[in-house]
């Protein structure tokens, strides 16, 4: 095999693997992207049941309620301009506080509540997810 | 006064390291040879000061000076004393501290080992060294000084978080760093090479040590962190694609490359301009890592304190390091001569594949983790990319890596034949397709995916260790050569990594129950009963401990006792999981909120084979380790063959 054709394998080689790895980021980014919204952009956008997106603001002060067998907790999360209920089953995070920012990733159920499958923990108690602050700043409500 | 004292040797440091990046290199262009001995000089001064710096840090800590704002907003007088000490790494500007000291000793490991190296090429590493460390000294100086005092001084601190009140995180971050910056002393091989305008078999033998070693270290890091997330982050996941996960995930894959390809480069004198390529790739994917840890672009459960000040530096340092290092690149590169010839099906050949399809997973890791950011900054859309993603396109492009992961080390250097190497795995290769079938019919019930991945580890398993058992037949049970059993013991941790992946993440199930003392449950053929809750209280904690016995059979089994801490200091709680291990799975329980009136949630899993993911984590770093003490390997070490360097290295590194 002379160099010119092995160079030639090697380039149509490397163009299959990277066309095939291009192919699965594609169809992988299209399915798994996961949106994030405030409580505002879920109330102007007609967000289907079933689609999973993450929503967050901060945790509703006095909203906190747990179920009977203690596994279920519902609480509302606000922009401080629209409001959303939530409902998750599970352990929560140990960070999960009222009045303190929160990122839930799961879906709408059909009677409006948000189930979340996932409440994102911090390490840092001061830290504000940049979406929440971002969300905070566009209802116009945030201060440093 | 020692704080002022080390605050004083980082910025002596700091000129010191001015100097160790710029004369030598002119002493290296002009052929000065006492400019260029500066640059040993410089790298060990450098590197008392550090050491003096970072001593002075310590000191702080472990008295609880709290007249420094660092001890003040981390530490605490009631905190054991592992974790004073391991506060002072616990936060941005002692970690960037920990950093610049690494960067120092490993310049200064250079300069006392690096006599057998060409003059004018020590000195230039010395120097690209020394001028990654002014970047990261001058960043601890003007924007994260660790030694800032505050006036008047506190009674006392604000504690270190939580949850890094740990002993698995204590090292985590030493052994991390250990990787991230072992690749900035390949890295400026890389440039010096780029400067010299040569590359030969003498140059990888110097790389190559250092890949390995910092690779082990990375390896040992990313398997701690993963280690401490499984137990304490309380829901028996253990890799969650954070961002800040796949920031120490990519430099891994670039380094496992880097180590391959360095192998070509040392025996057939081939692949140069791709290795130095990959040299500086692994050293900024580290920074990168850095930069998106430290600036909080990304929305991850690590992310420290917001600055954008600090995360524009990083930035402006990583395009510096990264532009120029291409740029140089794209300049010198083609005079790099490719040297030995070979065959698509050979040896070189199965490398570059590797190489190939790491790279390729290392650019899928890094797409997923940016393109939330690109997606804000073109349409300001928030997204995230989850798990999801990466298992959708990491997981298959996984396959053909580790098919070929066993053939490999089958094909001969230059030319080899593909269906012979084949034959010779197919007991490997049967036993993988039974472990295959077996998993999917008596686990899963149905073909999946999860059965598909079991047969892979069987096959890596069995790949590597049917390799190096037909060589010790071949050679007369004569122990080969270390390198190359590092290098069966590390294939072969792949495959137990990938057993424990597959165990944990597949087949595990989960309980969750609300109990009262005395009630019971059932939970794979164990009566899991809760004996009591009780309150205690530790150093600077109380807690309510769960006392979960667990029978079969009516023989008692074994006591889990999960608990609650509740941190006094900043009022914040830790779940404190309990995990009964047989080496073969685990039982995991943790205990949610709750009280005597309406009961204790309590959580239970069952993870089969989930040890064996930090197992094959620590053999992957022993294979490295093992392959380390190889004589051939060993840094100065003299060579044998036609392109042996005749002069006889000073000190050995041992």
Known sequence: MTPKRKRLWLVVGSLAVLGFAATLVLTALNDNIVFFYSPTQMAEKQIPPERRFRMGGLVEAGSVKKSADGQETRFRVTDTNKTVDVAYRGLLPDLFREGQGVVAEGSLGADGVFVAREILAKHDENYMPPEVAKALKDAGQWRK | ?654
Not at chain 2, 252 to 260: E, V
Not at chain 2, 462 to 474: I, T
Not at chain 2, 483 to 508: D, E, K, R, Y
Not at chain 2, 547 to 557: H, I, N
């Open chain 2, 1 to 654: 006064m020692i704080p002022e004292l080390g605050h004083f040797a980082l910025i002596l440091a700091l000129a010191v390291a001015l100097v160790q990046g710029t004369l030598p290199l002119l002493g290296a262009a002009r052929g000065d040879i006492r400019l260029m001995d500066l640059g040993r000089t410089a790298a060990l001064t450098q590197a008392l000061l550090v050491i003096v710096a970072f001593g002075a840090l310590t000191q702080a800590y472990v008295t609880s000076d709290f007249s420094v704002a660092n001890v003040v907003a981390n530490s605490h007088s009631a905190k054991p004393m592992l974790y004073k000490i391991s506060g002072v790494w616990g936060n941005h500007e002692g970690s960037m501290l920990l950093w610049a000291l690494i960067l120092a000793l490993f310049g200064a490991a250079v300069a006392l080992f690096g006599a057998g190296l060409p003059d004018t090429l020590r000195s230039r590493v010395l120097a690209i060294q020394a001028l990654i460390g002014v970047g990261f000294l001058a960043f601890l100086l003007f924007t994260s000084n660790p030694f800032e005092r505050v006036a008047p001084a506190p009674l006392d601190g604000n504690g270190l978080n939580p949850l890094l009140q740990d002993p698995g995180l204590a090292f985590h971050p030493p052994l991390l760093y250990l990787g991230y910056v072992g690749f900035s002393v390949t890295y400026a091989f890389a440039i010096a090479a780029l400067l010299e305008g040569r590359v030969d078999a003498a140059w990888a033998r110097w790389v190559r040590p250092w890949t390995l070693a910092a690779w082990c270290f990375l390896t040992l890091g990313i398997g701690l962190g993963s280690w401490w997330a499984y137990y304490i982050l309380g829901w028996g996941g253990f890799w969650f694609w954070d961002p800040v996960e796949n920031a120490s995930l990519m430099p891994w894959l670039a380094g496992t490359a880097l180590l391959h390809s360095a192998i070509v480069v040392e025996k057939r004198d081939a692949l140069k301009s791709w290795t130095v390529l990959l040299a500086i790739l692994a050293f900024s994917l580290s920074l990168l890592g850095t930069f998106l840890v430290r600036s909080g672009v990304l929305t991850s459960v690590h992310a420290f304190a917001q600055d954008p000040a600090r995360g524009m530096f990083i930035l402006g340092f990583l395009l510096f390091v990264t532009g120029g290092g291409l740029a140089l690149y794209a300049w010198r590169a083609p005079q790099l001569q490719g040297g030995g010839l070979f065959q698509p099906i050979s040896r070189e050949g199965a490398l570059i594949l590797n190489n190939l399809l790491l790279c390729t997973l290392a650019a899928t890791v890094l797409l997923g983790t940016l393109y939330p950011l690109f997606l804000d900054l073109l349409t300001g859309n928030k997204v995230s990319v989850g798990p999801p993603f990466f298992n959708a396109t990491f997981v298959p492009i996984c396959a053909p890596l580790f098919a070929a992961l066993c053939v490999g080390p089958y094909l001969g250097w230059k030319r080899a034949e593909l269906w012979p190497a084949l034959l010779r795995l197919r007991v490997a290769f049967i036993a993988a397709v039974i472990a295959a079938i077996v998993a999917a019919t008596a686990i899963d019930g149905r073909a999946t995916l999860a059965a598909l991945a079991f047969g892979f580890g069987v096959w890596l398993i069995l790949g590597s260790l049917s390799e190096f058992g037909q060589r010790l037949v071949r050679t007369g049970f004569r122990l080969p050569p270390r390198a190359s059993l590092g290098m069966t013991i590390a294939h072969a941790a792949m495959g137990v990594v990938v057993l424990g992946a597959v165990g944990t993440g597949a087949w595990n199930s989960e309980l969750m129950q609300t109990m009262k003392p005395g009630d019971r449950a059932s939970f794979h053929g164990f009566d899991v009963k809760l004996e009591r809750v009780e309150s205690l209280n530790g150093p600077n904690y109380v807690a309510e401990r769960a006392t979960l016995l667990l029978s079969a059979g009516g023989k008692s089994y074994t006591v889990l006792q999960p608990e609650r801490r509740l941190f006094t200091v900043q009022r914040r709680q830790v779940a404190e999981t309990a995990i009964h291990t047989n080496l073969l799975r685990d039982l995991y329980a943790t205990l949610g909120e709750g009280d005597a009136g309406n009961g204790w949630v309590i959580r239970l899993y069952y993870n089969p084979l989930a040890p064996w993911i930090w197992l094959g984590a620590a053999l992957a770093a022993l294979g490295g380790f093992v392959s380390l003490s190889d004589r051939r390997l060993r840094i100065g070490a003299p060579q044998g063959g036609k392109r042996a360097r005749t002069r006889p290295a000073v000190q050995a590194a041992e």
